[in-house]
T-cell receptor, first 115, second 110 residues
Framework: NAGVMQNPRHLVRRRGQEARLRCSPM?????VYWYRQLPEEGLKFMVY????????ESGMPKERFSAEFPKEGPSILRIQQVVRGDSAAYFC?????????????FGPGTRLTVL | SQQGEEDPQALSIQEGENATMNCSYKTSINNLQWYRQNSGRGLVHLILIRSNEREKHSGRLRVTLDTSKKSSSLLITASRAADTASYFCATDEGAQKLVFGQGTRLTINP
């Protein structure tokens, strides 16, 4: 049973370009979460999605950031017109999503560098 | 808002010694979890303790939870070099998301 998969593992973009980060949850998991981690800091929640629905996007910046989890295919975190401050590690996690918040299974992360 | 706060921020001990890390939080929780992160990697779930539990064990790990003080501790006994990592506590906020602390960077010296 493959774990959470994220790609690419490393992404370099120039200021003003778009970044697309992909996440495939664990088999059987219908809940996906995106977190951002700045160097030497903990993870900060960005968005929580179920298939075709955004449940909680309270941690997403209001502009340039969007997320989706379509009926088919991976979840996508999209950052438009990237700036240097977007440089960070972006982690995706998944869970079966039943009951209270339980264990979340994390992917290896995508490290975004904005030049 | 950042809920969990770990203490100390960094800890360096000799192999074989015990390591204790603490976490404090601000609001009521359903459960508290501890995760480990090796340098440049994703997070690995270690243990979950529910709000009605006071202590939980898993191998060399022991977690306590004091809801009256809004604090938790993680004890790693008989530390090994492979335990070198950052350790994070995470709480729920009554919603389907985790709120992480800043983490404790643990170094085990051979």
């Amino acid at each position: 049973n493959a774990g959470v998969m994220q790609n690419p593992r490393h992404l370099v973009r120039r200021r003003g370009q778009e970044a697309r980060l992909r996440c495939s949850p664990m088999k059987g998991h219908s809940h996906v979460y995106w977190y951002r981690q700045l160097p030497e800091e903990g993870l900060k929640f960005m968005v929580y999605l179920q298939k075709e629905n955004i449940i909680d996007e309270s941690g997403m910046p209001k502009e340039r950031f969007s997320a989706e989890f379509p009926k088919e295919g991976p979840s996508i975190l999209r950052i438009q017109q990237v700036v240097r401050g977007d440089s960070a590690a972006y982690f995706c996690a998944s869970s079966p999503g039943q009951g209270d918040v339980g264990e979340q299974f994390f992917g290896p992360g995508t490290r975004l560098t904005v030049l | 808002s950042q809920q969990g706060e770990e203490d100390p921020q960094a800890l360096s001990i000799q192999e074989g010694e015990n390591a204790t890390m603490n976490c404090s939080y601000k609001t009521s929780i359903n459960n508290l979890q501890w995760y480990r992160q090796n340098s440049g990697r994703g997070l690995v779930h270690l243990i979950l303790i529910r709000s009605n539990e006071r202590e939980k064990h898993s191998g060399r790990l022991r977690v306590t939870l004091d809801t009256s003080k809004k604090s938790s501790s993680l004890l790693i006994t008989a530390s090994r070099a492979a335990d070198t990592a950052s350790y994070f506590c995470a709480t729920d906020e009554g919603a389907q998301k985790l709120v992480f602390g800043q983490g404790t960077r643990l170094t085990i010296n051979p």
